[in-house]
């Protein structure tokens, strides 16, 4: 473990912000991890995963503390078909998704290609096409920062909600979570091609019974044509999150607009795509700068070269009020804003 000074936080974050680290601290174990916390010199950390979630407005005095723990183990199973896997917080989600598809190990194929690490999972729930994390986590492992002890989350204590959880509310700030274990299934799994572009997917490859891979297959091909690279171009996938609304709310929005995209929640709330929302708006394809909203998904915020954080976020502000102001429904930023 060693700590560097003003480094660049470009390489660390998918938005591709320049913005800079006063001090870095990257760690591979739990035993360097606890050194990191144990620093005389610092009270407070910045923890950093994949930064697929974040958007950095300036640089950070704080010290930066990289969660860089790598390993996945098969731990248990049983024959019903489950099989536990536990999955250290720096590996990459989209490269343990496909590790679990070469093993044929169900579960998570739904999830394909979503951007970050194993460890900011729960923190969100992650969630695509019908799947979301808490369907298949298990408890996940973290380390305490001010006590430096140890503590498991089992899947009921994480109060996992849409894009939320425990670590999002009560528990933010308070844990670093080091590895997550997954039950899944490595016989008799049940897919869930039910979401609609999954299923158009495979019917346009004529595919009427799918393996895990060629579910995952599908889904790596819809959110290709959907969404940017972050490699090519800057983007922390879905910028808002999907409003719900109550059911009489969504009556009055029909009325004008009757082709309106929903989902039904439950019989008194009704979710709206945000991208449709912003679409309507006319925001999609628009650049503003470097700073722009992707030309196939409005829901995609996107850095074309060089814009700053803080350019960013007026976008984000701006389409939030304009949202607002044409339907009177609030979107709210699924990004963490820094």
């Not at 480094?7 to 760690?27: E, H, M, P, Q, R």
């Not at 999955?87 to 394909?112: D, R, Y």
């Not at 109060?159 to 528990?171: L, M």
């Amino acid at each position: 473990m060693s700590i560097q000074h003003n480094v660049s936080l470009k390489a660390y974050n998918t938005f591709g912000i320049d913005a800079k680290a006063k001090f870095f601290i990257s760690v591979s174990s739990k035993e360097e991890l606890i050194e990191a916390l144990q620093l005389p010199q610092f009270s407070e950390y910045f923890v950093l995963g994949g930064g697929s979630n974040m958007l950095l407005t300036g640089d950070i005095d704080i010290p930066v503390l990289h969660i860089n723990l790598k390993g996945k183990e098969e731990i248990a199973l049983n024959t019903q078909g489950d099989i536990v896997v536990e999955i250290q917080a720096g590996e990459n989600w989209h490269e343990f998704v496909l590790w679990c598809i070469e093993h044929n190990f169900g579960g998570v194929e739904n999830l394909s290609l979503i951007p970050g690490n194993v460890g900011t999972s729960p923190i969100q729930n992650i969630g695509a096409y019908g799947v979301e994390l808490k369907d298949v986590f298990q408890c996940c492992t973290t380390i305490d920062i001010e006590t430096q002890e140890e503590k498991v989350f089992m899947l009921e204590d994480c109060n996992f909600g849409y894009r939320n959880s425990i670590f999002k509310n009560e528990a933010k700030g308070k844990y670093i979570i080091t590895s997550v274990e997954f039950l899944l299934k490595y016989k008799d799994h049940q897919l869930n091609t039910s979401y609609g572009a999954i299923q158009q997917e495979l019917e346009r490859k004529n595919i009427t019974n799918p393996t895990i891979k060629e579910v995952s297959d599908a889904v790596i091909a819809i959110r290709q044509r959907k969404l940017p690279d972050p490699k090519e171009i800057g983007n922390s996938g879905s910028f808002f999150k999907n409003p719900v609304i109550p059911k009489a709310e969504f009556d009055r929005l029909q009325e004008k607009y009757p082709n309106a995209p929903h989902y039904v929640v439950s019989d008194t709330e009704i979710k709206v795509p945000a991208g449709w929302l912003i679409e309507q708006c006319g925001f999609k394809g628009k650049r503003f700068g470097d700073a722009g909203v992707h030309k196939n998904q409005a829901l995609v915020l996107v850095n074309y070269g060089d814009a700053k954080g803080v350019e960013i976020l007026a976008l984000a502000k701006k389409i939030q009020e304009t949202v607002l102001d044409k339907f009177n429904i609030a979107i709210e930023a699924e990004v963490n804003v820094i």
